[in-house]
């Protein structure tokens, strides 16, 4: 089992016992529709990826149901401000992970870290500094990804050089979900700290920089 199919299980349990119940309310998920999500993403990433052309394909579960689900949470989006942010952290995002990729080893093996773990996992961080809230983190990270997929194409076709789009198909299914979950855990783990701070601060009467 791929790590990304290793994060939805884990997700899914942690739905199943309530322990992400904020982070759902806040991108206005049910229980019942963040299990399905997750199941259908988990079965779509085991049907095999759809071709259009010779250049062009894309699996369901790495590339349907997310931007689906990007889609939808843009428009939830409690403010134009949040929909402008979650955009431009997905635009940042993506051209960050090409210009990893670009200076990367062509080597895989020479590297301790899969190059897609690792795009993931930068994704997901810029995504949360640039997304902040859970929504536009969770964009920025999906997002993110596919676009460094299709800058990549464009780059090579521009080139002459050979190239095949495979939008969240093979490795790219782990960097997607490996980027949007570590994007919206930030933001939860993050947002909660800040949180807590700001109470014992109110408790203890520290002084409020916002009034000062």
């Known amino acids: 089992m791929s790590i990304g199919m290793i994060l939805l299980v884990i997700t899914a349990i942690l739905t199943l016992f309530g322990i992400s119940q904020r982070v759902l309310d806040s991108m206005h998920l049910s229980d019942r529709m963040a299990l399905l999500l997750i199941a259908a993403i988990f079965v779509g990433g085991l049907i095999p990826d759809i071709s259009i052309t010779d250049n062009f394909s894309f699996n369901i579960g790495g590339a349907v149901i997310p931007l689906g689900i990007c889609v939808y949470l843009f428009i939830k989006a409690g403010t134009a401000k949040e929909r402008i942010r ?6 940042i995002t993506g051209i960050v992970i090409y210009a990893l990729g670009r200076v990367l080893p062509d080597e895989p093996e020479a590297m301790v870290l899969d190059p897609n773990y ?9 995504a949360y500094i640039l997304g902040r809230s859970r929504r536009s983190a969770f964009i920025a990270g999906i997002l993110g990804v596919m676009l460094s997929q299709i800058i990549n194409a464009i780059v090579m076709k521009l080139q002459g050089s050979p190239f095949s789009l495979n939008l969240g198909g093979g490795g790219f299914f782990d960097t997607i979900m490996l980027s949007g979950i570590i994007a919206v855990v930030f933001a939860e783990v993050v947002g909660e700290i800040i949180e807590k701070i700001s109470e014992k601060s109110k408790r203890e009467g520290w002084p409020d920089e916002n009034k000062a």
């Not at 979650?86 to 635009?91: P, Q």
């Not at 690792?118 to 810029?126: M, P």
């Open 118 to 126: 690792l795009f993931g996992i930068v994704g997901g961080l810029i």
């Open 86 to 91: 979650a955009i431009a952290a997905a635009l």
